[in-house]
């Protein structure tokens, strides 16, 4: 098949993790679909194409995409896409039988169950999802954080799954419900609400509301409550940000699991000379829009893995042609500003000396950023800067662990810069 070159254009750009992709057709999107690497499942689209990418592949003119943490997320977001753009074909060839829901029934003990159909009344049905196995495995890590009951009886003994803390056990259904009881359905009901905007994909919202009550707690002064919701936010984030659990599919990213981060961490940590351990670590970018507007990215990366809800953008606030340096200051000096977003241990700059300085400068401004290792990566020597260190390491003698990461965080900061500009009108108009 002949691909059109507007179209392998836009191929070229798409990135390499998981998320959501749309195919439009003047606009409007045609077809929506997940993936682990996006860029490689596009393709496959118009290389490999099915029977069923035959009858809409030619209709694409433009191809959008929204890239999640984790394959989970994606599953989750490619549903509530779905159901809201209703896309022609994705349905030519799925009717709702095909199609997996949630079924979260209503009244005093709701039940969770995978369905195909949506005609229990006084229900709630979550999806459509494509994937019934994915789905499957997504439940079962959500129900260790929200534990659910999928039967509307329980023996009066504990079952297989409270004893894998995955049900929340016989007491709530006491009859008549003694104080504790009926207190542990009211917290069985805020739970199950959770979980229903979890897989709605509208995480944030669950985990505002999570850390809400856990300062509820606190004010409280009942600690033991506060912990363990604190547990329950971690594992919601623990879960979301899980890399590929679902699917057997591998990612063609950078980040093999074959390289631990123990171990690039630990000569990370020798590289820099630092007594600190090396977790978190931003990368910055600074580009303009159509030669106006200039705008600085941050990317954040979590042990060698980037956390996309941690991204940042500065629009550049000073006027009349400002230079590269003083744009990177004017960044890194807002970035400082916020102790409530947690420091990095290191932060990456793309530039030479004069941008080294400039984040030595920022950083040792104040003593609570002090200790920040600033890194910059020259590129027309091809040689990364150490705070601190007069030699300059040739990239090329880097070890590969390190220079993989390096290089991955290089990439991901120019592709976020990139990508917001370019996506910026179709995001506005794909997601909430
Ligand atoms: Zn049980």
């Known amino acids: 098949m002949k691909i059109l070159q507007h179209i392998k ?65 994606a599953l989750l977001l490619e549903a509530s896409l779905i159901k809201k753009h209703q896309p022609k074909f994705n349905q030519v060839w799925r009717d709702d039988k095909n199609y997996f829901y949630v079924a979260i029934s209503k009244g005093q003990k709701p039940v969770i169950y995978i369905t195909h159909q949506k005609n229990t009344p006084k229900t709630i049905y979550i999806g459509p999802f494509v994937e019934g196995t994915s789905l499957k495995k997504t439940l079962k890590f959500l129900r260790k954080v929200f534990p659910y009951y999928t039967s509307d009886k329980h023996p009066e003994k504990k079952c297989t799954w409270c004893h894998l803390g995955l049900c929340p056990g016989p007491k709530l259904f006491e009859t008549p419900p003694s104080p504790e009881a009926s207190e542990g359905l009211r917290e069985y009901k805020k739970s199950i609400k959770k979980l229903q905007l979890v897989l709605e994909g509208k995480r944030k919202t669950a985990l505002y509301s999570l850390k809400k009550e856990m300062e509820g707690f606190s004010k409280q002064k009942n600690f033991e409550k506060a912990l363990e919701v604190r547990d329950k936010i971690y594992a919601l984030e623990n879960v979301m940000a899980h890399g590929n659990v679902i699917s057997g599919e591998t990612p063609a990213t950078r980040t093999s699991s074959f390289n631990p981060w123990e171990k690039t961490e630990k000569i990370f940590r020798e590289l820099l000379r630092s007594k600190e351990p090396i977790s978190k670590i931003e990368c910055y970018d600074i580009s303009n829009i159509q030669g106006k507007q200039a705008v600085g990215s941050m990317v954040v990366f979590v042990n ?6 941690q991204y940042k953008k500065f629009r550049i606030k000073m006027e009349n042609k400002p230079n590269d340096i003083a744009m990177l200051k004017e960044v890194l000096t807002r970035r400082l500003r916020h102790p409530e977003w947690g420091y990095p241990d290191a932060m990456l700059i ?59 965080l290089d990439d991901e900061a120019h592709r976020f810069a990139i990508s917001y500009h370019k996506n910026i009108r179709s995001r506005e108009m794909l997601t909430e």
Do not use: W
């Not at 060698?304 to 809800?309: E, M, Q, V």
């Not at 950023?369 to 800067?385: F, R, V, Y």
């Open 9 to 73: 254009d836009q191929i070229k750009d798409l990135p390499t993790s998981a998320g959501v992709y749309y195919f439009l057709e003047k606009g409007t999107p045609i077809y929506i679909g997940k993936a682990i690497n996006i860029r490689e499942r596009v393709k496959n689209h118009f290389l490999q194409p099915t029977y069923k990418d035959d009858i809409f592949i030619e209709k694409i003119d433009q191809i959008n995409f929204t890239q999640t943490n984790s394959e989970i997320e």
């Open 304 to 309: 060698g893995k980037p956390d996309k809800s």
């Open 350 to 408: 793309d530039g030479g000396i004069a941008q080294l300085n400039v984040g030595i400068n920022a950083k040792n401004a104040d003593a609570k950023t002090q200790n920040i290792k600033i890194i910059s990566i020259a590129k027309g020597k091809q040689e990364l800067l150490i705070e601190g260190q007069k030699e300059h390491i040739p990239l090329k003698s880097l070890p590969q662990e390190i220079y993989n990461v390096i290089v991955h």
